[in-house]
């Protein structure tokens, strides 16, 4: 659409262990979506396998809330999501419920405190 989104948040945790980065913690939050993220980036090989799944606050013709998939070599990167499961979360609303807000606060505090 032309109309903006607004960002209210993003909260991004990783472990890191040998070069190996594996998401703790992968948080978007705008103010008609939350999107939660798992997955790991491999600095060593040069790879990522990302999966960020958008939950709708609300349902609207585009809440459609089929994972995308970032896999591939960094050089190599792709984007890919199952149309099919697109089409069906628009299709059963009734059956979807509405993602809860994010407390963007409590997560900065949370990052903090376990921040040495």
Known sequence: TDQAVSLRCVAIDFNVEDGRMRAKTLLISTTDTKIVGDGFIDLGEER?????????????????????????????????????????????????????????????????????
Request: hydrophobic share 40%; with cysteine.
């Open 48 to 116: 990522a396998d990302v999966t960020l799944k958008p939950e709708a606050k609300d349902f609207s013709a585009f809440s459609a809330d089929a994972p995308i998939h970032i896999q591939g070599s960094f050089s190599n990167l792709s984007l890919s999501t199952n149309i099919g499961q697109a089409l069906l979360s628009l299709a059963t609303p009734a059956e979807t419920p509405e993602a809860e807000s994010v407390n963007c606060q409590a997560l900065f505090e949370r990052a903090r405190r376990d921040t040495p």
